[in-house]
């Protein structure tokens, strides 16, 4: 299947059976996630966090970016591949479709973008490329330093109202699916229903979206120093792997 096909078959999935999305930075995990059935591979540079260690999303660059979604592309997963634009790399249309292109050179199926109508502009020039776009509202973490933590949105009537013009604008310029990021249930619910493409939910509650997304290390527990409060942990990697290390360190010194 085209990125294409791949993209409009999960725009079809709207209201269907629910899009599960999962972040990947490298090869196993790509094709562990991608055997176990996930629709969507997000290389999300959540990596810059919870892979290269830095203190939030705004220290990623294009070629971490890059690194990575070729890592996960050589997986040749049947999900589809979206690759985050980092901050700065979107600024004007014109450099938005050309950092597209670097991230599709390098494997992307699809690109992602954070904010509504101040983006519309820069989707519509690379979705008019040919490459489709995933937008993301609500908690945008490269504003993070600007709006001074993570913080819950769409809590008031002109908060929903100014997120619902904002996916309105994107679904205008070609978004095939919009990331809703820590908006509060019902407003998530409201939005969802609201829009004519799928929504894919993270920290928005169970069921309010049209699918959800987690950032892996979330699920399997393995990056136990920062996990929000909104992260549903399947296992504890961090801990088997603290027992195996020990049990190979005693197996190691003899003891
Ligand atoms: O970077 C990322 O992992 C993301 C998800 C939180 C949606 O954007």
């Not at 995990?29 to 810059?48: C, H, K, P, Y």
């Not at 249930?185 to 229903?193: K, Y």
Request: net charge negative; glycine share 10%; hydrophobic share 45%.
């Amino acid at each position: 299947m085209t990125a294409q096909q791949k993209a409009d078959f999960l725009r079809l999935r709207k209201g269907g059976r629910p899009i599960a999305a999962l972040t990947a930075y490298d090869y196993p995990t790509a094709r562990l996630l991608d055997e176990s059935g996930v629709d969507v591979l997000l290389v999300g540079d959540s990596l810059g966090m919870v892979a290269l260690g830095f203190s939030d999303t705004t220290h990623v660059t294009l070629d971490h970016m890059l690194h990575h979604v070729a890592a996960v592309a050589r997986a040749k997963p049947q999900a589809l591949i979206v690759g985050d634009l980092p901050i700065h790399t979107y600024d004007t249309p014109e450099q938005a479709l050309v950092s597209a292109r670097r991230l599709v050179d390098a494997g992307a199926e699809a690109v992602k973008l954070e904010g509504g109508l101040r983006q519309a502009e820069k989707v519509r020039a690379i979705t008019s490329a040919g490459i489709p776009v995933m937008g993301h509202l609500g908690m945008l973490p490269q504003r993070v330093l600007e709006e001074g933590g993570y913080r819950k949105k769409g809590k008031t009537p002109e908060q929903a109202e100014t997120i619902r013009e904002g996916a309105q604008a994107l679904v205008h310029a070609g978004v095939f699916s919009i990331v809703f990021e820590s908006i509060i249930p019902e407003t998530a619910r409201w939005l969802s229903e609201s829009i004519t493409v799928p929504t894919i939910g993270i920290g928005c509650g169970n069921g309010t979206c049209d699918g959800e997304v987690a950032v892996i290390t979330d699920v399997l527990g393995s990056f136990p120093w920062f996990v929000p409060p909104f992260a549903k942990p399947e296992t504890s990697i961090a801990e088997i792997t603290r027992e195996a290390v020990a049990r190979y360190i005693l197996r190691v010194q003899g003891a």
